[in-house]
């Protein structure tokens, strides 16, 4: 260790060292020479004899100074000067080598720090590898974890094994600050939430189990996010009474910019209410809680599952839930290490398979890169034969060379990604908005792992893409090159032109990727409906957060769709209370069937006189109808549960709708029912969606829909505002971002391709130049010429195509799951891909042909 | 590359010790180290610089001597040795290996 520090002093004193060194060993010879002076010798020769004993004097310092500084840390700096100069001296091949790597490292990074968060990232708590989610396990299916609050209270209060247990419920806020109304997600937790994640506020305090107690203040703790985008980061929101649903609420803390609760994605939650609050603001509906807890220290988590189970047992026999079922109940315990969604893994299939997919594409975008950049190195090396050759005779070895030429390609890899890394944000920015990022848990944010990924990989390329350069540019016959008449390795050139082929084959694999993608899509969006997606939008309501009580809410619908329907621009509002793409059951309002454009077969739609009072009344679908009445007209009949289920009483039939598909892969129309909400259970209510068609384009429209709102109800936000065109566009977001990813990654694998080909075509014809000028001195006009370095062109890209073809077959395997209408063997994808490669590819064969039919064979003959 | 260190007569490490136990006696520049060996061995060990250097490298990174300019008899700059207590430690151990190897040999010899 003494010795590892001395030498580092020694290669920082380098230049002292060797002056020292140099005047020692000068010194030495002179006293040498005095010696044998003083025995007679004249100083001239007794100068030469001294030299001349002590023999090689470079050699000695060097041996010497060797002793001191690693001459291969000292070589290795050479060889970067020596890299450095030969990358400046050819600014337009480092141009496109450090663009090309660019590219790859960069789009690389940019993926890795998108799937850092689901596969390495941690939440931010204190041990968070002691969190726990106990999920109840019934005797068949799967656990969920969903508890009543008593459950909750009687596992907290009776567990030996937990140092805390907390209950959360995730929730939608409707927030007026300023008086400005805004949806924002948030979450009741019990008073102990923020000592149990062992988090510090940033501003203010967390509260306490103090602060969860019926009767006290209400008081709310905001992210970071939210404190940033609507309080401008600024010290005096804590304290600001803001208003939640209806009731004021006193911020009193702002969380850490690192927490993010028990989720890695960006979904998480902007305000945090203590737990006694939900009763009055939380959805009617939720009426389970999931709990999170963490595990005293010493304890295994299938400790405290066992505790817990026998707790929960307990309950259930004291409740008189003492059958087999509950016997069989266990509670069992899941890291929360890593948030709320679990990592990849046959717990996630779909996502797996996305991420698979998406990584298997810029794995061969990068592998095009390095292929294409051995090309051109390949290229290169022909005209460094000289330098080469030069080196080896002044003594240098075999394995020197390579390292030096390795040396060179790690550096230019290292160049391309920090490259890379400058256009990382911008890069990954452009990722986010094709991926689905709400369904992925993808949260990019770059920190030092991204460096050391993006520094691993550039090491990695450089040395993947330098290695057969290196070998083959080091394998010099010395003798003829140095006698100015080098031979065209034959080897060199088949070399390069598998390389090209090779990256020929992974861009056709791209190619037919994006195709096929494509194609699907192009199926998917001839899809018919059965209604009319175009100038709709939707948006969500939630009265019960503002707490509202039953009459309220519908007195709220009502004026809502009148106030809409009257207002200009609009041509028609209604309401269901399930989104349209659902199912088979929903609770309209009176006029959904025009504003969505379902056409009414027969009878009326519903009207503001069906009311809760009045006689029940359905509408059903085409299919219902035949099923139920045959070819008799159902208009007027009864319809009773014990007949169909969707029916809560006795339902005279008013109406017959067209069916609707309610999802793009659904192969059959959906048989519906619908009944008016004013006659459903109260319970199952409590929000809505908004249907509004607009007469122009209906994003533009927003502004006067929130206007409108805002005339019935001031605090009411709008949720998840979107058209019906867009709803269902988001369900196929996974094709549609995927085939996107493809394209482009396809596109860039075919433009480095392109620039392979071209470079290595370009350099056949300038090392032919000499041939192709005899065979032209001989006879063989321009267009044979041509012809000849086309067609060598063609066969590489031919072979290319032979080795593509089975290899995007198996590849596309990958996708096909998305696909829809189409085979991933599907012929015509197969020949377009094929077409478009062949036509880009043969314009990068074209210049450099024209350009051997253009040799003047004088000139040539001449050349060398 | 292979090149030796010690002249082709001395065992291996051998060098080294000469040179810690000739420093023994007092600080000395690299000549008067060549010199006091030759003298000493009666002309037979001529230890060249390309071997004595890179010896007194190698001792001073392992901090058994240290290295320190001075003015030499006939007042020229010249670099002094000294032994360092490290390198007084190392010439005791390596004299008793050495001794035993010696006495080893010997006794192959004698009995071969």
């Known amino acids: 260790m003494r010795t590892l520090l001395r030498r580092l002093g020694y290669l920082l004193r380098r230049r002292q060292l060797d002056a020292d060194l140099a005047e020692e060993i000068e010194i030495h010879r002179a006293m040498v020479q005095k010696q044998l002076e003083r025995s007679g010798m004249a100083p001239d020769d007794a100068a030469a004899a001294s030299t001349r004993t002590l023999g090689n004097v470079t050699l000695a310092r060097e041996d010497a100074r060797a002793v001191l500084v690693w001459p291969w840390l000292e070589s290795i700096g050479q060889d970067l000067r020596i890299g450095m100069r030969w990358l400046v001296r050819q600014p337009a091949f480092t141009a496109v080598a450090v663009m090309t790597l660019a590219l790859g490292i960069g789009a690389n990074t940019a993926v890795f720090s998108l799937l850092d968060a689901s596969l390495f990232r941690r939440l931010h708590a204190r041990h968070p590898e002691e969190l726990v989610f106990p999920f109840e396990h019934g005797a068949t299916g799967r656990g969920e974890n969903r508890f009543t609050f008593q459950t909750f209270e009687r596992l907290r209060a009776a567990n030996t094994s937990l140092a805390d247990l907390v209950a959360y419920d995730p929730s939608r806020f409707s927030i007026t600050v300023d008086a400005e109304a805004e949806m924002r997600r948030g979450e009741f937790v019990t008073g102990s939430y923020f000592e149990m994640m062992g988090v510090r506020s940033l501003a203010g305090r967390f509260f306490t189990m103090a602060d969860d107690a019926p009767g006290k203040d209400p008081v709310a703790v905001i992210s970071y996010r939210y404190w940033s985008s609507r309080f401008n980061r600024d010290y005096a929101a804590v304290g600001k009474t803001i208003t939640v649903g209806k009731t004021p609420v006193t911020v009193i803390g702002v969380t850490p910019p690192a927490f993010q609760g028990r989720e890695l994605t960006s979904a998480w939650a902007d305000i945090m209410l203590p737990m006694f609050l939900q009763r009055q603001l939380g959805l009617r509906d939720h009426t389970t809680f999931s709990l999170i807890g963490r595990l005293k220290p010493g304890t295994t988590a299938d400790q405290a599952a066992q505790d817990l189970t026998t707790i929960r047992r307990q309950e259930l026999a004291e409740t008189g839930g003492a059958n087999d079922e509950a016997r069989a109940r266990e509670i069992r315990l899941r890291s929360a290490e890593h948030g709320e969604l679990p990592r990849l893994g046959p717990e996630r299939p779909n996502d797996t398979k996305q991420t698979r997919l998406i ?142 082929a090779a990256q020929v084959a992974l861009t056709l694999a791209l190619l037919v990727g994006a195709g096929l993608i494509l194609r699907s899509l192009d199926r998917l969006y001839r899809v018919e409906f059965g209604f009319s997606a175009d100038r709709v939008m939707t948006a969500w309501i939630y009265p019960t ?207 480095l391709a392109s620039i392979g080909l071209f470079g290595t075509m370009a350099h056949s014809v300038t090392s032919r130049t000499r041939e192709l000028g005899i065979r032209m001195s001989l006879g063989a006009d321009r267009r044979s010429v041509r012809r000849m370095v086309l067609r060598e062109a063609l066969i590489v890209v031919a072979a290319g195509l032979a080795v593509g073809v089975p290899l995007s077959v198996l590849g596309t395997r990958l996708v096909s799951n998305l696909l829809f209408g189409v085979v991933n063997t599907d012929p015509p994808t197969m020949a377009a891909a094929i077409g478009v490669l062949l036509v880009v590819i043969l314009v990068a064969a074209y210049l450099p042909a024209r350009r051997a039919s253009l040799i003047d064979p004088m000139v040539a003959l001449r050349t060398e | 590359m292979a090149r030796t260190n010690t002249p082709p007569d001395l065992l291996p490490g051998t060098l080294d010790m000469l040179i810690l136990r000739t420093l023994a006696a007092g600080p000395k520049h690299g000549y008067g180290i060549a010199e006091r060996l030759r003298q000493v061995s009666e002309d037979v060990l001529q230890v060249g610089e390309s071997s004595l250097y890179p010896a007194l490298q190698r001792l001073l990174l392992n901090g058994w001597v240290k290295a320190e300019w001075g003015a030499s008899e006939n007042n020229r700059r010249a670099r002094y040795y000294t032994l360092t207590p490290a390198g007084r430690k190392r010439l005791g151990a390596e004299r008793v290996e050495f001794e035993r190897l010696v006495t080893a040999i010997q006794r192959v010899l004698q009995t071969g």
């Open chain 1, 545 to 751: 957060l503002l707490g509202f009580d039953y009459d309220r809410e519908m007195r709220l619908y009502r004026e809502l769709v009148d106030t809409l329907s009257s207002t200009p621009g609009i041509t028609a509002a209604s309401v269901s209370r399930m989104s349209i793409n659902r199912g088979s059951f929903n609770l309209i309002g009176p006029g959904f069937f025009e504003t969505v454009g379902i056409p009414i077969v027969e009878g009326r739609g519903f009207s503001i006189s069906d009311t809760a009072t009045s006689q029940r009344v359905g509408i059903i679908s085409e299919s219902v109808a035949g099923k139920y009445f045959g070819h008799e007209s159902p208009i007027g009949r009864l319809m009773t549960p014990d007949v169909d289920q969707r029916f809560s009483a006795p339902t005279e039939i008013i109406g017959v709708v067209k069916e609707i598909r309610t999802g793009y892969r659904q192969q059959t129309f959906t048989p519906a029912v619908y009944a008016p909400y004013t006659q459903a259970r109260r319970t199952a209510l409590g929000q809505i969606i908004v249907y509004v068609r607009t007469s122009a384009d209906p994003s533009a429209a927003l502004p006067i829909v929130r206007e409108a709102v805002k005339r019935v109800e001031p605090n009411l936000a709008l949720f998840d505002v979107n058209t019906l065109a867009g709803q269902l566009d988001q369900s196929i977001g996974t094709e549609r971002s995927t085939a996107m990813l493809l394209g482009c990654f396809g596109g860039l694998a075919l433009i």
């Open chain 1, 359 to 500: 990584t298997s594409a810029i794995l061969i975008v990068l592998l095009v890169a390095c292929v294409n950049i051995a090309c051109l190195l390949l290229a290169r090396s022909a005209s460094r034969q000289k330098e080469m050759a030069l080196r080896l005779a002044i003594g240098a070895s075999r394995a020197r060379l390579i390292r030096q030429l390795l040396t060179e390609s790690i550096l230019l890899s290292i160049l391309g990604g920090l490259a890379g890394l400058l256009f990382l944000g911008w890069t990954t920015s452009a990722l986010m908005s094709v991926l689905p990022v709400s369904e992925l848990p993808f949260d990019a944010r770059q920190d030092y792992r991204t460096l050391m990924f993006a520094f691993g990989v550039s090491i990695g390329t450089g040395i993947l893409f330098g290695l057969v350069p290196a070998f083959t540019a080091s394998r010099v016959e010395l003798q003829p090159v140095i006698q100015g008449n080098p031979i065209r390795g034959a080897s060199r050139g088949w070399m390069a032109k598998s390389l090209v």
